[in-house]
């Protein structure tokens, strides 16, 4: 207690100088002052006089950086690389117009193509055109030859997530075969039944062999649970013709408007739940084109960066796209009329055979095409006796048309008869720049053998005009410059088969002859190849010498394709162009850099 007493004491004596308080702050002020000058500014001189130094090495320093740098940039070339990857939007250009989606109408090019990319069917041609398994896993043929057993995949979902079953296959072949629907199928499937066995089994029963019912299995399956209560006669009309359930390798998206309001655009989308696996491409965009120039226009602006069937000369091709020719199973004829006027005679179709000169045709086509003299596609048939094609022989073809008793007036330019009526033919085509120019060239030849030609190229596209219901039903031309679709099987019964003379039929040449008759049936009733082999040679030897048409080339599509885009086409040819899809699921549009494997 004393000590804290006399603590308190010595604190109450303690007093504030300020005096001796100033003079200790000036003393510290004076050391600070000196030290800043000794460590500070005295030094100063010395950093400027070691700046060059500094500026050499930092120099120095940058430089080993950018040599690092570039190092790493350079061994990454070697160890790094691009390559095709997921993703991407694949836009391609097609002629259209779309006016559906429904593949029981499709018709035009584009029409066809979202067919193919939208919807599954129980065969589908391989990247060899081979037939193979689409749904199908398993094929069972009687012994007659009249009944096929098919057993389908259990896993394929449509695209609203409903399982695809055999009933909805059979309720297809019912649509197609439905007057009221009115599909491009109807008259096909008349005589086929089609049975549901249970869920993943389906059975065809046919009225007699036809050798060729597996490549008819190609067509596109409809969702019953979607359409089984719309009325046939108006599914047309029906909004699942331009937002269809499906089951393909794409979905449907959007089917707009393009923004220049001249054509539409199929957006679809990837189907992740595809059986066969999600494509590649997340997007692809069919751009409908109604014309040859707006198609064109697509890929050198840019819009699309692919297109099939486009027509432009090689020097006018942006240098980053490549081009392809793809031929397709099919024949462009000169189709003649052998009801109408002079071309009943065979003498005037054997004249009009002999007297035109294909190879002429084949290079007023502007790209190279093959060469097509039989009704089928030429390897299409095989053996030493296949026949030959008629040789050009213009002095044989003018005597052969005046043996007809068609005589060439110098007067008047062509031929007459006794009677004084000109050799007069009307050829009717569909317009397209491709026909413009082989029609300019056949009426050409013609008319140098004395023949009064007259063209009429019609415009498919125009208001009210309607090619099938004016032209082709009623026969109305005299030769007909057309392409056939003959397929991976050379069955073509439809076009020269004599029961096909008719309003709906397809026997454009209104051809009758008893020997083609039984050669074609024979040969589409018989699953051996050499046996149908022969019978289609016999065919051949009789179309050959009854002049029906003249064979004039195989038709070719350009296939156009930017350098961002990858697809994988069978570049020998395809059996349809829209069959050019057949790798689709490994089609890209999107390229990465990756790290190359050791």
């Known amino acids: 207690m004393a000590d804290e007493k006399d603590t308190w004491k010595r604190f109450r004596r303690l007093s504030f100088d300020s005096k001796a308080v100033s003079k200790r702050a000036r003393q510290a002020e004076t050391k600070t002052t000196k030290h800043a000058h000794k460590f500070v500014v ?10 060059r130094h500094i500026i050499s090495w930092l120099a120095i320093v940058g430089i080993l950086i ?4 570039l190092q790493t940039l350079w061994y990454q070339k070697s160890y790094k690389t691009t390559a095709w990857s997921d993703t991407g939007t694949y836009a391609e250009g097609v002629m259209g117009p779309i006016n559906t989606l429904n593949p029981l109408y499709a018709a035009t090019d584009a029409e066809l193509s979202a067919s193919k990319l939208l919807f599954s069917s129980l065969y589908r041609y391989d990247s060899t055109n081979r037939l193979g398994d689409d749904l199908a896993i398993d094929t069972k043929v009687s012994k007659d030859e009249r009944t096929y057993t098919i057993k389908i995949r259990d896993d394929v979902r449509w695209s609203d997530e409903s399982k695809l079953t055999a009933n909805d296959i059979v309720f297809t072949v019912e649509l197609m075969k439905s007057p009221e629907v009115r599909s491009i199928m109807y008259g096909s499937w008349n005589d086929i039944t089609a ?25 596109a399956i409809l969702p019953k649970h979607v359409l089984d209560t719309v009325n046939p006669a108006s599914l047309r009309q029906h909004s699942y013709s331009v937002s269809p359930v499906s089951s393909g390798p794409f979905k449907i998206r959007l089917l707009q408007l393009a923004s220049d309001g001249k054509h539409k655009i199929a957006n679809l989308l990837a189907n992740e739940n595809y059986y066969r696996g999600k494509p590649q491409l997340s997007r692809f965009a069919i751009h409908a084109y109604d014309t040859q120039q707006t198609l064109d226009e697509g890929i050198k602006s840019g819009e699309v960066n692919a297109a099939i069937g486009v027509h432009i000369p090689p020097e006018d091709l942006p240098k980053t796209h490549s081009k392809l020719y793809l031929p397709s199973y099919s024949g ?3 189709v003649l009329n052998t009801a109408s006027g002079p071309l009943k005679n065979i003498k005037i179709r054997k004249a009009l055979q002999t007297g035109t000169n294909t190879e002429a045709i084949r290079s007023s086509v502007g790209y190279p095409v093959p060469k097509l003299w039989l009704p089928f596609v030429s390897t299409q048939l095989y053996g030493k006796d296949v026949p030959k094609a008629p040789t050009f022989n213009k002095k044989q073809a003018n005597n052969l048309l005046s043996a007809a008793g068609w005589k060439y007036d ?5 031929r007459i008869n006794k009677n004084k009526q000109p050799l007069t033919l009307r050829i009717v085509t569909v317009r397209n720049h491709e026909y413009e120019s082989v029609i300019q060239e056949l009426s ?3 008319k140098e053998l004395g023949v009064d030609v007259q063209t009429d190229e019609q415009d498919p596209n125009s208001p009210g005009q309607n090619f099938v219901q004016n032209v082709l039903q009623p026969r109305d031309y005299d030769v007909l410059l057309y392409k056939l679709v003959i397929g991976a099987d050379p069955d073509v019964y439809a076009y020269w088969h004599s029961s096909q003379v008719s309003r709906l039929g397809y026997n454009f040449s209104n051809y009758r002859s008893d020997i083609a008759d039984d050669a074609l049936t024979s040969a589409r009733s018989r699953n051996i190849t050499a046996l149908r082999n022969e019978k289609y040679k016999d065919f051949a030897k009789r179309w050959l010498s009854d002049a029906p048409a003249i064979g004039l080339y195989q038709p070719v599509e350009e296939y156009v394709y930017g350098s961002s885009v990858r697809p994988l086409i069978n570049a020998t040819g395809v059996p349809t162009p829209a069959d050019r899809y057949s790798q689709i699921l490994y089609w890209s549009a999107k390229q990465d850099e990756v790290y190359k494997t050791p």
């Not at 005295?42 to 700046?51: G, I, P, Q, T, Y």
């Not at 950018?66 to 740098?69: E, K, N, S």
């Not at 066995?197 to 067509?219: G, I």
């Open 42 to 51: 005295n030094k100063l001189s010395s950093l400027r006089n070691a700046k």
């Open 66 to 69: 950018a040599a690092v740098a």
């Open 195 to 219: 049975t549901a066995l249970d869920d993943y089994t389906v059975q065809f029963q046919l009225p007699s062999r036809y050798a060729a019912f597996s490549h008819a299995l190609t067509f």
């Open 332 to 334: 462009v004829y000169a």
């Open 410 to 414: 110098k007067a008047l330019g062509y």
């Open 444 to 446: 050409k030849q013609w």
